[in-house]
């Protein structure tokens, strides 16, 4: 073999080995990078790197806040207990109960019962109020005196008065919402001498009884309602009366 073949197979050969040297690196990553585990093993140690980071600087700013606030970190503890657990606080207060709106419920007859829709069929019978044509359940208790005198009428729990109002039906009434979401409802008034928006306590004389067109049957008498919020549903009174008055 001459020179000229010589160099011509050097010059042949020499791109083969600088290709073969350059590719075993690369190769090499491609091997490590098919293994199913590097990528989950990368993820996580990520996710490490990252919390431990977060942890560090969470610590560092509560540190710091409490520093500049003065706070004893030891107390720490109580104020988050005591915010997360509100019923802890005033355990001893009381709930005002609800009483019947008269001064003596025993001098008083009920004329016309709530309508219970569980009662019999004869008991339901004695609950509708008929006007005109129509008969209605009556959502309400009616008191009248048997002399069919004016007695007065009192609020049966403290209150906000938020209505005041003479209806062609029901006559003048009074609606007052208490702070347990309750709402009383007085109808067939004379006498009213609240306003609305006046607060009232339990017990406060707010009218007197009086006629009504839908009732006019009863004579002289107070219709009386508790409802579950002003737009919600009557209820029977009595199972709210704690009070014998």
């Avoid at 025993?106 to 009662?119: G, I, Q, R």
């Amino acid at each position: 073999m001459n020179n000229d073949q010589k160099r011509d197979l050097q010059k042949e050969e020499a791109p083969k080995t600088i290709e073969g040297a350059q590719s075993s690196p690369s190769f090499s990553w491609k091997r490590l990078l098919a293994k199913k585990w590097v990528f989950p093993a990368t993820y996580m140690a990520a996710a490490a790197i990252i919390l431990t980071l977060m942890w560090v600087y969470q610590d560092a700013g509560k540190s710091s806040l409490t520093n500049e606030l003065g706070i004893d970190s030891s107390k720490s503890a109580t104020v988050t207990d005591n915010v997360m657990k509100p019923d802890a606080v005033a355990v001893n207060g009381s709930t005002e109960s609800m009483q019947w709106p008269v001064k003596d419920r025993n001098e008083l007859e009920v004329t016309l019962p709530f309508f219970d829709s569980k009662a019999s069929n004869e008991v339901r019978q004695t609950a509708m109020v008929e006007y005109g044509d129509t008969f209605t359940p009556h959502m309400g208790m009616d008191f009248s005196r048997p002399d069919n005198q004016p007695f007065e009428v009192l609020a049966a729990m403290s209150g906000k008065v938020t209505a005041v109002e003479k209806n062609p039906v029901v006559g003048n009434l009074v609606e007052i919402t208490h702070s347990n979401g309750l709402v009383s409802v007085y109808q067939s008034l004379s006498e009213v001498t609240v306003a609305k928006d006046a607060e009232v306590k339990k017990g406060d004389v707010i009218a007197k009884a009086g006629r009504n067109e839908l009732e006019k049957e009863q004579g002289t008498h107070l219709h009386f309602e508790v409802r579950q919020g002003q737009e919600g549903q009557a209820v029977n009174p009595e199972q709210f009366m704690t009070a014998t008055n």
